[in-house]
């Protein structure tokens, strides 16, 4: 035991107890332990910050006890978890993949009774149990307005759906509400999705997992670029606005024309393009065009 103290300046690490430990600072260890699974440089300085603050000793300072605990060496200019620091790192990855499934349905639940405000609380507990605050699956913090626009996805009416069954309909503004609420985008597998939205989504020329995606993808697309424009338009410092392609290959013509321009906020081509012929749908979002105080005067 003394040569232990020794050697860490106190008592062995206990990686399953940590991987097991609901104390956030003990849980950092391990998700940071977890980040080196696969070989990874370390973090950037501003990142390094961020994790001494929830650490139990600063960020260097536990790189140099994991080494010396034998988890953690280098190879080529990299670090990696070692053979017996990966039980510990499956251990928590378990636990993690566990929580995760439990809230999901929740969430879905609390989607699924159009309960947005709900769902997002039950989001933002989810995170909140994690060590840095929130997960590595999920989209950056939400905006105090994020439930209001995922609630406009569960009522839209637009000619996205247009052709759909009420039934698909709303089984695509689901799976599209619970990905904006999330923040994350998911492709399901074709088992996930009903045998009439596979029938209806036939003709798009996609395999049906993505079709399915990309429609829920434009219509969480659509709201969030209806936010902004409706921001834009009321801003003080905001004059334009610029149409960027979320991917610039295989535009079709009626977007590419688009693609990088900007235009007043009046005068803003509405999206998505109805004469948009991209395989996977328009894809095209706002982005404010920001102007200083002395330009905008």
Not at 132 to 150: F, M, R, V
Not at 203 to 223: D, F, I, N, R
Not at 237 to 261: D, F, M, S, W, Y
């Amino acid at each position: 035991m003394s040569f232990l103290k020794k050697l860490f300046g106190g008592a062995a690490l206990d990686g399953s107890k940590l991987a097991a430990s609901t104390d956030k600072a003990e849980m950092a260890q391990i998700e940071l332990l977890a980040h080196f699974a696969t070989p990874n440089a370390l973090h950037s300085d501003g990142d390094q910050t961020r994790w001494s603050r929830i650490l139990p000793q600063p960020y260097a300072e536990t790189i140099k006890l994991f080494e010396k605990q034998g988890w953690l060496q280098m190879s080529g200019g990299k670090y990696q978890a070692t053979a017996s620091a990966q039980p510990f790192v499956e251990q928590y990855r378990k636990r993690q993949a566990a929580d995760k499934s439990a809230v999901l349905p929740k969430v879905r639940k609390a989607l699924q009774g159009k309960d947005t405000s709900e769902a997002l609380e039950l989001r933002r507990a989810y995170e909140s149990r994690q060590p840095l605050g929130i997960a590595d699956w999920t989209g950056p913090e939400p905006q105090l307005s994020h439930s209001a626009l995922t609630r406009r996805i569960l009522f839209m009416q637009h000619w996205l759906l247009d052709g759909l069954s009420k039934e698909s309909v709303e089984w695509l503004k689901l799976y599209a509400a619970e990905q904006h609420l999330w923040g994350a985008n998911w492709k399901l597998k074709p088992e996930e999705i009903p045998d009439s939205v596979q029938t209806e989504l036939a003709g798009s020329g996609l395999p049906v997992s993505e079709a399915a995606y990309w429609k829920a993808y434009q219509m969480a697309l659509y709201v969030d670029n209806h936010e902004t424009w409706q921001r834009c338009k009321g801003g003080d410092h905001v004059r334009r606005i610029e149409i960027k392609a979320l991917q610039t290959e295989n535009l079709c013509p009626a977007c590419a024309a688009l693609n990088g321009k900007d235009f007043l906020v009046a005068r803003t081509p509405e999206l998505p393009l109805k004469e948009c012929t991209c395989p996977q749908g328009c894809l095209l979002r706002y982005e404010p065009v920001l102007e200083s105080y002395e330009t905008a005067n």
